[in-house]
């Protein structure tokens, strides 16, 4: 995670807690960051609402049993955070849009629902962002990706970027890159788990107990990771260090490389691209 410190935010009300926005709630509530005049979140559930009201700062609204929620948490709000299922966001908008205060920033965490859609149904003085972080946004290690609305200004995009660097690193890219985005970063922890999940199971059939592999292969994995970050060397160039020649790491190398790891993956994320065009003509 970016440097919080002495981060602060206006009035935010989020609309909807599910696992993303829990996520989100986190880095927000976080030492370091304040929200001026607080949060307000909305969900569904009333226990759920009662669970979130635990938190300091938040105020939370049941829609179950308030009809107004939504409306009463956007009410003066100055970002006001979508992370509805995408299927439920037309009507969200319709229900809020006169509630909204001119000029604030409605920021979009549904996946495959376009800027026009949302800039077609809030009035002209709301301005958009829509935004694609990714699950480590759980552990602070997130890597999100914003795309500003035909209406938005370079302070808005700031505040956006300021909003979800207190849960990880943020990338500007046009809406028009936010769906290859998501093949890379937004499904990417995935792909990491499917190679823990395959290596794991070799460590097992070498004879090594579940619990020995998860440390072999989970302690592998973050260390090589932190260790590029750390590095600021090119992978190919910390692999081959690790790859002595005639060496054990080289024969590996020699075999998987025959799966053509590349092309695979241009194949994969190709394909992940393609489901979330689908998705967002639907």
């Known amino acids: 995670m970016s440097d ?12 909807g807690a599910g ?11 976080a030492p370091g960051v304040t929200v001026s005049g607080g949060i307000r979140v909305t969900n569904r ?9 635990g938190i300091p700062g938040v105020t939370a609204y049941a ?6 929620a939504n409306r009463l948490a956007v009410d003066g709000a100055e970002l006001v955070i979508v992370a509805v299922k995408p299927g439920m966001v037309p009507d969200l908008l319709r229900e809020i849009a006169d509630s909204l205060t001119p000029g604030a920033i409605v920021v979009s965490v549904a996946a495959g629902v376009t800027i026009t ?4 149904l809030l009035p002209p003085s709301v301005v958009v962002v829509r935004s694609m972080p990714n699950t480590p946004a759980v552990v602070g290690k997130a890597v999100t990706g914003i795309s500003p609305g035909n209406r938005s200004e370079p302070d808005d995009l700031a505040l956006v970027r300021a909003l979800f660097e207190t ?6 890219v046009p809406e028009s890159q936010l769906d290859a985005l998501s093949t890379i970063s937004g499904s990417g922890p995935a792909y990491v788990f499917l ?26 994995f973050l260390g090589a990771s932190e260790l590029l970050v750390a590095s600021g060397e090119d992978p190919a160039e910390l692999r081959r260090r690790v790859t002595s020649p005639n060496g054990t790491t080289e024969r590996a190398i020699a075999v998987l490389s025959e799966a053509d790891l590349p092309s695979l993956f241009t194949r994969a994320t ?3 691209l393609t489901r979330a065009q689908e998705l967002a003509a639907q």
């Open 195 to 220: 190679l823990v999940e395959a290596l794991t199971a070799a460590a097992i059939e070498k004879g090594f107990t579940p619990e020995q592999a998860r440390t072999l292969v989970n302690g592998t």
């Open 270 to 272: 190709t394909a992940a």
């Open 45 to 53: 559930s009333k226990a759920r609402a009662a669970e979130l009201a």
């Open 19 to 29: 696992s993303m926005g829990r996520a989100i709630l986190s880095g927000l509530t």
């Open 63 to 68: 829609t179950e049993h308030d009809g107004d």
């Open 4 to 15: 919080t410190k002495n981060v602060t935010l206006p009035t935010i009300a989020m609309l």
């Open 117 to 120: 859609t949302f800039e077609s």
């Open 167 to 172: 849960v990880g690193e943020v990338v500007e």
